[in-house]
Every structure is written in structure tokens, then in C-alpha cells.
């Protein structure tokens, strides 16, 4: 498998280093219920606002809930299609808008869900796995398709898989999946004491 690690300014956690966002994906390895669980709990020990958990994730899995996986591939923009169809699970990343506790509008709940996401995406790299998530999806559709409340924001659909040979991909995707990985530099996004300075 091609390998993209991350080329840092000083070492971080190999995990952070290892995690990329492939597009090739083994059509032929689902993943377990156990294995699946550990994605789900690292997720549900994401930190939240008021400790109000307002992500919600909708869980496809090829093999045991066909008809609702097809109808989430279906959301997807036609390209994602193209290579998603290859992940056996699709998860649907929500965040709910009012809290828990008082129905206030939360608008923190947006960055707690990108929190739980990312943890699920790091576990999966610790457990070999890999996962891609897409923003290029028809949330509108999500909300009718999935029957979901008003207050569910639908935020990204995360592809969940074992990796396969980036050859596997059409020429235009091939070339984005052996394309180096790049950030821009640590000044352009961080500051020190003063936004300005």
C-alpha cells in the first residue's frame, strides 16, 4: 500500500504523522462489529461543550444494512461516488444544534462533532484502518432520505475501510492518491499573542 506519512517541522504522534485521507478502497474486507464499536467509542470520548455529545453518527455498514449504505452513497457528489462505493461502511457525521439540557442553540456543537469525528478517523489509523472524510455530499437529501429531526445538521460522510492498491482508482483519482501531501506553513495558520503581529 502506498504510504503518505506527514513531513512535520519537529516529530509528532505517528498516528497523526500516519493518518491521510485515501481513496482507494478494498471492495472485498468488510469491517467486524468489534473493530467497528472501537471506532464508535472513540468517538462517544470526544470532549463537548457542557459535556452535551451533540454528535450523532449514522452507521452504514455494506453487510449488514445494504439498503440505508446505498441510500447514503446515493448523497454523495458523483465523483465520491466513484470511489466510496469501495468502503463497506459509510458513516453520516451529525451535529445537533440545540442543547441537551436547556434546548438553547449551541454553537459549539458544529466543532464538537468535527472533535468526535476526528477521533474516530485516528482510531482507525491506530487500528490499520483507513478513512476519508467528504463534505461533498447532499445533506438535504440525508435529512429526507434518513427521516432526520430538524435540529440534526448533517456535517460529512466519513468512508470507513481496509486500503487497496492505489492502481485500483481511474487515472484522475490515481494521481490525486500518489500526490504528496502538503499543509500550509506554520505562520500562515498560527499566531503568537497577537492576531496582527
Given at each position: 500500500?502506498?504510504n503518505k506519512?506527514?513531513i512535520?517541522?519537529?516529530p509528532?504522534h505517528?498516528?497523526?504523522?500516519n493518518?491521510?485521507?485515501?481513496?482507494?478502497?478494498?471492495?472485498?474486507?468488510?469491517?467486524?462489529p468489534?473493530t467497528l464499536?472501537?471506532?464508535?467509542?472513540?468517538?462517544r470520548w470526544?470532549?463537548s461543550?457542557?459535556n452535551d455529545?451533540?454528535w450523532?453518527?449514522?452507521?452504514?455498514?455494506?453487510?449488514?444494512?445494504?439498503s440505508?449504505w446505498e441510500?447514503?452513497?446515493?448523497?454523495?457528489?458523483?465523483k465520491?461516488?466513484?470511489?466510496?462505493?469501495?468502503?463497506?461502511?459509510?458513516?453520516?457525521?451529525?451535529?445537533?444544534?440545540e442543547?441537551?439540557?436547556?434546548g438553547?442553540p449551541?454553537?459549539?456543537s458544529?466543532y464538537?462533532?468535527g472533535a468526535a469525528?476526528?477521533?474516530?478517523c485516528?482510531?482507525?489509523?491506530?487500528?490499520?484502518?483507513?478513512?476519508h472524510?467528504?463534505?461533498?455530499f447532499?445533506?438535504?437529501?440525508?435529512?429526507q432520505?434518513?427521516?432526520?429531526?430538524?435540529?440534526?445538521?448533517?456535517?460529512?460522510?466519513?468512508a470507513v475501510?481496509?486500503r487497496?492498491?492505489?492502481?485500483?482508482?481511474?487515472?484522475d483519482?490515481?494521481?490525486?492518491?500518489?500526490?504528496?501531501?502538503?499543509r500550509?506553513?506554520?505562520?500562515?495558520?498560527?499566531y503568537?499573542?497577537?492576531?496582527?503581529?
Amino acid at each position: 500500500m502506498h504510504n503518505k506519512p506527514a513531513i512535520s517541522s519537529v516529530p509528532i504522534h505517528d498516528i497523526l504523522q500516519n493518518r491521510w485521507s485515501p481513496r482507494s478502497f478494498d471492495a472485498d474486507k468488510s469491517i467486524d462489529p468489534q473493530t467497528l464499536t472501537a471506532l464508535l467509542e472513540a468517538a462517544r470520548w470526544a470532549p463537548s461543550c457542557f459535556n452535551d455529545q451533540p454528535w450523532r453518527f449514522l452507521v452504514c455498514n455494506k453487510t449488514t444494512h445494504l439498503s440505508a449504505w446505498e441510500k447514503l452513497l446515493s448523497t454523495l457528489g458523483e465523483k465520491n461516488q466513484l470511489w466510496a462505493r469501495n468502503a463497506p461502511v459509510l458513516i453520516l457525521s451529525m451535529a445537533m444544534h440545540e442543547f441537551g439540557h436547556n434546548g438553547k442553540p449551541n454553537r459549539w456543537s458544529m466543532y464538537d462533532a468535527g472533535a468526535a469525528s476526528v477521533s474516530l478517523c485516528l482510531q482507525a489509523t491506530a487500528m490499520g484502518l483507513a478513512t476519508h472524510q467528504m463534505g461533498g455530499f447532499d445533506a438535504s437529501q440525508c435529512k429526507q432520505s434518513f427521516d432526520l429531526p430538524d435540529a440534526c445538521n448533517p456535517m460529512s460522510v466519513i468512508a470507513v475501510g481496509h486500503r487497496a492498491a492505489a492502481e485500483l482508482l481511474p487515472d484522475d483519482l490515481r494521481e490525486t492518491e500518489f500526490k504528496a501531501r502538503s499543509r500550509k506553513p506554520l505562520n500562515e495558520c498560527f499566531y503568537f499573542g497577537s492576531f496582527n503581529a
